[in-house]
C-alpha cells in the first residue's frame, strides 16, 4: 500500500479541546488508539512540520499545530517530507453542511466554505484529495429552536468554535467512532469500500 498521510484538522491547545472544529483531531486521537499507540506517547511534536505525528507503518497520523485556517501550511510540509502526493493525502474535518452523525467520504471537489479545506487547497494548488466529512449540522437558533439553513459569519464562527452539549454526547461518541471505522476500513479495503459503507 502507499503511502498514506492522514490529517484530521482542529485547533491547537486546551482551549479548543471537545469542540465542533475538533471533531478531526478526536477521530484521528481515537484511529491512533485503534491502532495500538498511546494518546500520548506516541505522538510527536515537530516544529519543522508544524505539526503532531505519529507513523504507524505506511500511515502517518497528523494534527497540525497551525490553526484550522492555516492547515494547508502543514499538509504541504508533511507531504515534501515524505514525497508524499495530494493523492495519498485523507483530511478528516467537520462539516455544517451535514446533520450531526452523518459521514461522507469524497475525492476532490470545493471548500464548501471550509477554512481548513481552502487553506489546503491554496497550499497543494490541487484539489485531488480525499475528503472525511464529519457532519456537525448548524444547531438551532435561540429564539425559535428551529435549525438554522444559513447563519451569519460570526454566528458560523461562535458554533464551530463551541463544545458539543451534553446532550450530544452520545451523538459526538457515535460519530467520532464512525469517523475511525471509516478512515480504517479504507486503508483496510480501499476507499471505494469505505464510500460505498458509509456516504
Do not use: C
Not at 123 to 139: P, V, Y
Request: a positive charge; hydrophobic letters at 35%.
Amino acid at each position: 500500500m502507499p503511502m498514506k498521510i492522514i490529517v484530521g484538522l482542529g485547533n491547537p491547545g486546551e482551549k479548543y479541546d471537545g469542540t465542533r472544529h475538533n471533531i478531526g483531531f478526536m477521530v484521528v486521537d481515537k484511529l491512533a488508539l485503534e491502532l495500538g499507540i498511546g494518546k500520548t506517547d506516541g505522538w510527536k511534536k515537530s516544529k519543522a512540520l508544524v505539526s503532531e505525528t505519529i507513523k504507524f507503518g505506511d500511515v502517518i497520523l497528523v494534527k497540525p499545530q497551525t490553526f484550522v485556517n492555516g492547515s494547508g501550511t502543514a499538509a504541504q510540509k508533511i507531504l515534501n517530507f515524505y514525497k508524499a502526493k495530494p493523492d495519498d493525502l485523507w483530511v478528516v474535518h467537520d462539516d455544517l453542511d451535514l446533520p450531526m452523525g452523518k459521514i461522507r467520504i469524497r475525492a476532490g471537489g470545493g471548500t464548501a466554505g471550509h477554512n481548513g479545506i481552502e487553506s489546503i487547497i491554496a497550499s497543494l494548488k490541487t484539489d485531488s484529495f480525499i475528503r472525511f466529512r464529519l457532519g456537525i449540522g448548524r444547531g438551532t437558533s435561540e429564539t425559535e429552536g428551529q435549525t438554522e439553513p444559513k447563519m451569519h459569519k460570526s454566528s458560523v464562527i461562535k458554533y464551530v468554535l463551541s463544545r458539543f452539549g451534553r446532550s450530544e454526547a452520545g451523538d459526538l461518541r457515535h460519530l467520532v467512532k464512525r469517523g475511525m471505522e471509516a478512515v480504517r476500513t479504507g486503508l483496510i479495503e480501499g476507499i471505494d469500500k469505505a464510500m460505498n459503507k458509509f456516504n
